[in-house]
DNA sequence: GTGGTCTAGACCACT
DNA sequence: GTGGTCTAGACCACG
């Protein structure tokens, strides 16, 4: 297919997403220490900057606090881990539905399709 | 939320997905004439390249054949307009599916979501 | 006084609060177009990707909105910019009556120094 | 809102304005005596050196004195202690100023909210 | 020509 | 050693 619907996904929203899930399936833990923006760009194999502009992301979005001179945080903040978990989830299933439809897809359809791959 | 996962598409896919859509739907049949890029990019309010664009990758998709002086066509294959369709669900889901993983979220967790939605 | 309450702010904040006065003031329109972020950085002395971040900001503030490949524009949503504005005057105020209180200055006294001050 | 205008001051600042307010609050009287940097450092929880900063800062801005082998106590001089409430209320005012008129405010808007929130 | 992303490398403030 | 800011310059997607 020429055409790749939801193409390249930018490097720093990957990222985010990333950290989101983790913390969504609790890989990560509030108050837990994120690495160092150096450590976590060595590791992705990426960009120092590309990482300060996640860490700077994840806090605007409360998913992070960052103390100076000591790193950045996971928020202790259950509401704000559950706030950011339901925001996700309505909106990854909005902007869904709305792809499908403009293709015309009816939601049933789709759902029953998500349930044969679900189950592999 | 200061981040939108999944948004910002090219308006060149949003056209190409109504066109599908359109087609899928039966709301244009095999055949039909499309308007032209001019008429097109007016209506839309976008720019004539952009529609270009459009048509040209409908064509490379075999969605549409051109004929030189007359127009764009809807294809009269209703095997490639069956085959489109199945590859678009297909891609659909699939990509839907890695982001929910990628967020921590399960499927039917999700299928639950979008069935309250669906029927709206 | 050896030492500067308020120090230095980043230049991209001062960007940011400029062109909100200027919004606020009318100087700028809704609808508006801005400089193109290389305009801009020219104008200002400053880096591109200082610019793009304000930008970036901006629009994150719901201040501004982007069309791609035209440029950027002031919101010509009334309420967002009278929403801006509220929350600006709002949070002035109240960051302002946090330090004079930590400062041990009750709020009259300083009053009083404001209007002679901004009577000249 | 994605921006603290005037957020994120640093420690040590907020450490010395807090104790200058105490001296002209009088919840610390001239003679008496600071904590030890430790003992300062350990309460507020904060770093030894960033103490140890602020300690010299005050006794830069003449507050404070020190004993070698003693400690740091505040100035015994009440004239010292007019002038730098002076000082801070005269800079304080002016930058605050400064900052709406840079954001479109007029003295007398804000005025009148400071009212309203001195009053509570 | 427009904004968006990324890199490499510098310097600063805070702990 | 931590994150924050800024620069210079490259490349890409979009119109």
Do not use: W
Not at 9 to 27: M, T, W
């Amino acid at each position: 297919m020429t055409q790749d619907f939801m193409k390249d996904r930018p490097i720093y929203l990957q990222l985010i997403e990333r950290i989101c899930g983790d913390v969504i399936k609790g890989n990560i833990q509030p108050g837990d220490k994120l690495p160092s923006v150096r450590e976590f760009a060595l590791d992705a194999g990426v960009n120092v900057n590309t990482v300060q502009r996640v860490y700077k992301e994840l806090e605007m979005m409360n998913l992070t606090e960052t103390k100076r001179g000591q790193g950045t945080f996971i928020t202790t903040n259950d509401d704000s881990i559950q706030h950011i978990r339901e925001q996700m989830k309505e909106q990854v299933a909005t902007q869904f539905i709305t792809v499908l439809e403009s293709l015309g897809f009816s939601v049933t359809e789709i759902i029953d399709l998500l349930q044969k791959k679900g189950g592999k």
